[in-house]
């Protein structure tokens, strides 16, 4: 029997909330989701398909994000560690799996970092690794759109960034994606007055992925063309994690999660039940319509 809740929680002054999802007795510890800056709790609908028979799912809206408070002034990511251990403590259980993607691998590996004791394995997506100038510089001429009050080329511009924009490359879903995100930008800004505060913090404070971690099984994929943080830099960046894989995934690009979500969903069952992943359905290319143009690489790696 599906069992669904979500509860409010307090880190300091900011108020913030998560959800649970149980369908069912669970055979593996909670799955904690945690998805880019502005992903609420509800948006991971695939994931409770494919990780609901096997672990109660965890979503939320973290501090800054979605429904929760603004940020307040000083450091984001503290607060960040503190409100998802405190999930882990209202949920009354001693360790998660733990799913990051995108700004959500940057809090995850963070959590990590500080408290491998409550990480039972770590799963992280399109990991921000590094961030150029031309990029940071890239965020700030969209904010200076959203200044004026042109929400829309603020969201273009943004969705330009997150996005491979090169059409000599496949990528599935590549219209519906851009679509979806500019939509979902411009409607963020237009309803949540610290939308844009969020996104700024989540590109000018960042998590140090140079300090390796142990102790905890990790998986590290992302999209073959992604063009936020190369597969390379994410490669080497999983090379520094002691007990992890590396993965990228055919015909995607940063938002893999919606251009193949039910793959990813299925790629982190795999992982958090500690099953093989040589015939994982992400591995596999995505049959092109007709006239598309083929993919310059070669399919997906793993190391």
């Given at each position: ?7 409010s ?38 994931m409770d ?50 799913f ?19 990480v039972a ?18 965020l ?50 237009r ?39 190369s ?39 795999r ?16 049959p ?16």
């Amino acid at each position: 029997m599906t069992h669904e809740v979500v509860r409010s929680l307090t880190a300091g002054r900011v108020r913030y909330s998560y959800r649970l999802l149980r369908q069912g007795p669970p055979v593996i510890e909670p799955v904690l989701v945690l998805g880019g800056v502005q992903q609420g709790m509800h948006g991971w609908p695939y994931m409770d398909d494919a990780l609901g028979p096997l672990a109660d799912v965890v979503t939320a809206d973290l501090p800054g994000m979605a429904s929760a408070d603004p940020l307040p002034d000083g450091p984001a990511l503290p607060l960040a560690y503190t409100a998802i251990a405190q999930i882990l403590d209202d949920l009354r259980v001693p360790r998660v799996n733990l799913f990051g993607f995108s700004y959500g691998a940057d809090l995850a590996y963070g959590f990590t970092r500080r408290f491998p004791h409550r990480v039972a394995r770590l799963a992280l997506g399109g990991v921000p690794a590094h961030v150029s100038d031309a990029q940071a510089a890239a965020l700030h001429r969209a904010e200076a759109h959203l200044d004026r009050g042109d929400v829309r080329t603020f969201a273009a511009l943004v969705a330009d960034s997150l996005l491979c924009t090169d059409s000599g490359r496949y990528i599935a879903r590549r219209d519906l994606a851009h679509r979806y995100v500019r939509r979902t930008l411009a409607h963020t800004v237009r309803h949540s007055p610290h939308a844009a505060e969020s996104l700024r913090r989540a590109v000018t404070e960042r998590t140090d992925y140079t300090g390796g971690l142990t102790g905890v099984p990790a998986l590290v994929f992302c999209g073959e063309h992604d063009t936020v943080t190369s597969p390379d830099r994410q490669r080497a960046f999983a090379g520094t994690i002691a007990d992890s894989r590396f993965l990228t995934i055919p015909d995607s690009d940063h938002w893999v999660v919606l251009q193949r979500p039910h793959d990813v969903a299925d790629l982190a069952a795999r992982f958090f039940t500690g099953r093989s992943l040589a015939d994982a359905p992400c591995r596999r290319r995505v049959p092109r319509p007709s006239g598309a143009v083929p993919a310059p690489r070669a399919a997906a790696s793993e190391s």
